[in-house]
């Protein structure tokens, strides 16, 4: 699972706008409609060009076959506004077809020049048809000796490859907007995941320090006026005391995390001392002693776990013993067992029926044991929790490397 670290690092090396990488995405090579400027552009030189051969035919007196064709040819060109697909091969095929039958290089020319808009408009396959159409072209009209001189067929080729690196500049300019709102869209999802992560961050120290304290402390401040003799009240009084403090230190610490604490974090992460297993297990065992439950740990295999596993271990303890103080405040007697076996380690909490009903306050939990089960997922760890004959318990399994 990565962090808001991780998720700030890649927005920081990320770049703005990379052209040779737009270059390589194949959503600069798909199909797309020309830009509205360019699309006005086309349709007023478009609407110029027929505004001329119309003058020309009506100079002339006479409407020619290559009248028809350049007519044909503009009305192509027009429809690269609307459909580049249907537009280039209409192109193609008027140009190729005059070109066969009158000889002349003016066709070629104009497929040439039309070869930016395919270039700015239609996939690769086409652009390549288009280049393919015009070589084999220029090749036929050589050699059958027309009046296209070699000169000429370089002419062509230079305005072709001119044309060709027109229509991807123009492709470039349409393109560059989508990919950039793209890139902003990629940008405003990685900052509403590291949103969520520090929500969860700030709800599990809610949940792992603050609420397990006011646990603690509202179980003794209830207990406090039944307490039979002056030794429990005592315990009873520590233990609110304790608690209350630990609420402080767990809230001063919350503030810490909502204001700076990445580097905070950090530092502490990196001045923690190793996890004591058998440690945190008879403490909290003491806990449960002191609310009136008679707690029997047996901790073994646990001196070499890797850091991870042992404090998830003992995350998993804390909640457990929690939820008993919570929901089973009546319950007489409880077990935490941790052993290894082979590649795994096994923990197992159990305790008997509560004598009484829990109080109505606790039936709003359940986030402290769904994040024990994402916290154990992460070193592919499983935990069941359900009802016994005799009570609950809980057994979680941790593989070990």
Known sequence: MSGPGSRSEALETEAPFSLTRMLRTAVFWRARELHPFFRLLLLLVVAVLVCVQIGVMIASGEIARGDLLALGLYSSLALFAWRPLGAALMTMAICGTSAVLTGSGGDLLELGVALVLVAATCVPAVIMLHVGLLGALSVYLVVAESTLVTNGVYGILVCAVVALLAGITVRLFTARDEFLLAQRARIARAFEEISRLQQDRIADELHDGIAHDLTLLLFHARALPKQPDEESRQVSLTTIEDSASRALRSAQSLLAVMRDAPQRASSRSEEAAPVDVSGAA?????????????????????????????????????????????????????????????????????NNRSRGRAPAESALGGRGMARTRERLALFSGELVAGPTSDGWALRAVVPVT
């Open 282 to 350: 008879e403490a909290l065992a003491q806990k449960l002693r002191d609310a009136g439950i008679r707690a029997r740990v047996s901790v073994s295999g646990t001196a070499d776990l890797p850091p991870g596993v042992a404090e998830v271990l003992v995350e998993t303890i804390t909640e457990s013993a929690m939820n008993i103080i919570k929901h089973a405040p009546g319950a007489t007697g409880a077990v935490i067992q941790v052993a290894r076996h082979a590649d795994e380690i096994t923990l197992e909490v159990r």
